[in-house]
């Protein structure tokens, strides 16, 4: 019971690494970019909660109804105005920018934040559980399997089922053709950093809850969320989430082994998938 109860935990855990992924992969997808500051705007969107909940009163999960549209805006307009002019060929210019993105929003909330570590107070969801069967499930664990299974279905649905995902789908198979069919691919780009930041606030969110944060997490939120895209393989939504399950899977396996191989057993896990599918389990895009 003890290994089988690491691995629904692993799994549970998986849904949190595939929220981290699925903006990385909408994103990727999408226009080819390669945001290194991912990981920090997950941080970001943490801090923005806590402001909230901290000067409305809200519960976590209802500042959400205020954090995701925020990051919205602020991918839309971080695109416009500023990615949207590092694209082309060369992927060097995106990635330095993001880069450079990265070392000011860690150096800014490090600014208005301090570096003590902080957490959202969810009250009794943090630690509510339900026992089926001789095995216990964390509320909060598997709220956030189901809200990672939502994201990814709702942006699944989009893609195939929308004119704006007709749209994004135009312009990641050809830009110029898009254009001169009347998409002003800008504003798609602009729209899907938006949506793409709009999941990593329910990431953020739902982290802060789960444990305590700082200004210099974001690089491991983005390790985490680079692997599940590799390991699912590029461009394909569903299997970012089985990248994160085998993710999170590895994880507990490993901790369970040897409390200090979590983190190493994770990405030994990577390493291994990648040197038996160099272009991960389910790739869409070569």
Request: hydrophobic share 55%; proline share 3%; no cysteine.
């Amino acid at each position: 019971m003890d290994w089988l109860n690491a691995i629904v935990q692993g799994t549970l855990l998986g849904g949190l690494y595939a929220l981290f992924a699925a903006g990385l992969s909408l994103i990727f997808g999408v226009m080819r970019l390669v945001n290194i500051a991912h990981g920090d705007m997950i941080i970001l969107a943490a801090y923005l909660g806590l402001t909230v909940t901290t000067a409305t009163g809200l519960h976590p999960l209802l500042a959400l109804v205020l954090v995701v549209p925020t990051m919205g805006v602020i991918g839309y307009v971080l695109q416009r105005g500023l990615l949207n002019q590092t694209l082309g060929d060369d992927l060097l210019p995106p990635l330095l920018v993001t880069f450079g993105l990265s070392v000011i929003i860690q150096n800014g909330l490090l600014e208005v934040y301090s570096a003590d570590p902080q957490k959202m107070d969810a009250g009794a969801l943090e630690t509510a559980s339900v026992a089926v069967g001789g095995l216990n499930f964390g509320v909060l664990p598997v709220l956030t399997f189901a809200v990672a299974v939502a994201v990814i279905w709702g942006l699944q649905w989009t893609f195939y089922h929308t004119a704006l995902g007709r749209a994004f789908r135009a312009v990641s198979d050809n830009q110029d053709i898009a254009q001169l069919m009347g998409l002003n691919r800008r504003h798609i780009f602009g729209v899907a950093m938006a949506l793409a930041l709009g999941v990593t606030a329910i990431a953020g969110i739902l982290l802060g809850i789960r444990t305590s944060f700082d200004p210099s997490i974001g690089g491991g939120r983005l390790i985490f969320g680079f692997e599940a895209v590799i390991i699912g393989g590029l461009g394909n939504l569903w299997g970012t989430l089985v990248g994160g399950v085998i993710l999170g899977v590895a994880q507990t396996v490993g901790a369970k082994i040897d409390p200090g191989w979590q983190i190493l057993s994770g990405h030994l896990a990577f390493l291994l998938i990648l040197a038996i599918r160099p272009n991960g389990l389910f790739p869409r895009i070569s």
